[in-house]
């Protein structure tokens, strides 16, 4: 199909760096895991890390879903929404989860890029999925905006946890 062969590239390049990104995630968390700590919530890291790599894993997955060679749109709309729908379902269990941990009081910011940013990203994949058909440009400009936000929002939460680790949890 010609319109995702435009988009090969985009692909190519979001799909490795998520790839990578996973890889020093793990690096990122094991590291940390050696570290001493006074109060440990596992509630805590199903709230903050563990979406991280699952953003992360769906950027890479949707990466290789449209890097496929498809011969018509139906088939990976069908996969990139039912991406999007998990994708909605996790970011409802990542609030509740958020809510329920003790270890860390979130700001605004944390709900921001760990609860309402990834429910807007997997919501335009959904969109983008029942547009595909009628106006697949658009559909897909607004399904690559969705993999790119999930990606600077694992980029961003990367970051978050471990400054955190780094710069308040060796202060205590």
């Not at 998520?18 to 690096?27: H, K, P, R, Y």
């Not at 950027?59 to 011969?71: E, G, H, K, N, S």
């Not at 990976?76 to 999007?84: D, E, I, Q």
């Not at 990542?94 to 890029?113: G, H, I, K």
Request: neutral net charge.
């Amino acid at each position: 199909m010609k319109a995702f062969a435009a988009w090969q590239n985009f692909y190519a390049i979001i799909g490795s760096s998520a790839g990578a990104l996973i890889g020093l995630q793990f690096v990122a968390l094991s590291l940390i895991a050696n570290k001493p700590t006074s109060r440990v919530d596992p509630q805590a890291g199903g709230a903050f890390s563990t979406p991280t790599i699952i953003h992360f894993s769906a950027v890479l997955t949707l990466a290789a879903i449209f890097a496929a060679p498809w011969q018509a749109i139906d088939a990976p709309t069908l996969v990139y929404g039912a991406v999007g729908l998990a994708g909605v379902a996790y970011s409802t269990i990542v609030a509740w989860r958020m809510r329920r941990q003790t270890a860390y009081l979130p700001e605004f910011e944390d709900w921001l890029f760990h609860v309402l940013l990834p429910f807007a990203a997997y919501g335009m994949l959904i969109v983008s999925a029942f547009a595909a058909r009628p106006h697949v440009h658009e559909a897909l400009f607004g399904a690559a905006a969705a993999v790119l936000l999930l990606l600077l929002i694992g980029i961003h939460n990367a970051w978050d946890a471990v400054t955190y680790h780094i710069f308040l949890k060796r202060e205590e």
